[in-house]
């Protein structure tokens, strides 16, 4: 499977040695029936909205994939009062800020969001976070 | 015997002992004092914030033993029933499921429990205290809550659930329960482990009890305040189902 979705470049891996722990990390809902876990995709775009809510909060990034067409990406995270524990707030991300991501997408063709990625500002620093792997974050409780 | 009735219920005949039973049952009454000192070795000390310290031992979905009707509501229910997306709040088992910390507060005549998640408060009324029997219109997500003090443990008996599709089993494949629900929890202390077990029986959809098992420890942190839950957001991810694995074809 390969989905062309980023700012400036779109990678997609097959998933084999590289699994974001995303089923366990929502504890609201499961991730299993809506992300594909075999698969990861690499996003970079501009934060156009931060919501910092129950049961999740949800980044909505524009990213522009390889034709030039822009995309809303809806990154979802773990529950808002679990990432509060670590440090995040409503002032986590700032409309206009670039950020990447890298995650599993959408089973559903034609839909773009992620689950619980791992997630980098502009300068490459990673974002601690509630229930992601591979270096990223803070293994789920 | 539990520990209320022990001090309620009065099961001497003596002259000696009548007097000795009426000192007792005034003193269920009176905030601390005899109370406190006569069952001190009998009533464990409960009331902290406590965060989970393992991973919750539940029934696989596939074991669960249903009845027909049970697997007939089982094949029914699809994800987009699921009352969370509407932000509708967890009920037990499963509130205590998920990485949140609760705390439990001990009064005189009730237990107050309250969790980090879905900024739920539970009422237990303890039995001997002349609490108000269930009516129908207690019916609710959470249901009606007594307890009692039994061998040093904590004892929760709930009834008056509202039928909730996702109140045996709430992952896929959901299993709800119905306005039968009744549950049996049992709070168990062992020095800085608090043991939960919940026993949920349900005739109408299971042919025997299922018990869910959670391990908890004291934190000395205060519990967090509650988030706002959005339900403009949180059906966001039901867009995500592919439309192969949707049961009804719509989300």
Redesign the interface.
Known sequence: MKRNVSMFLAVATAAAGFQLLAASAG????A????DETTTVEIRGVVTRW??????P?LYVDAVDEQGETHEW?I?FA????M??IGWSPETFTPGEIVSAIGHP????G?Y?M?SPKIMREDGTVIPIVGSVGGAGVA?? | MDYTGKIATPRRTSEVGGVVTLLLTLAAYLPGGLQAQEGASKLPDLSSVWQRSARPVTPAPEELPLNARGIGMRDAIDEAQHPMYDCVPAAIPHILGDPYNFSIEQQQDRVIIRYEKDEIARTVWLEGHGHPAALSSDFSVQGFSTGRYEDGDLVVETTHFTFDPSGIEDKPPMVPSSTSKRTVERYSRDGDQLSVEVTVEDPRFLTESVLFSFQFAPTETPLEAWIPCDPGQARNALRYMPESELKYGIR
């Open positions: 504890a609201h809902h499961s299993a029936p809506f992300y919501s910092f809510v129950n049961p999740h949800f809806i979802e529950g808002a009062v679990r509060r524990k959408p089973k559903a063709e839909q969001g689950f789920p409780r």
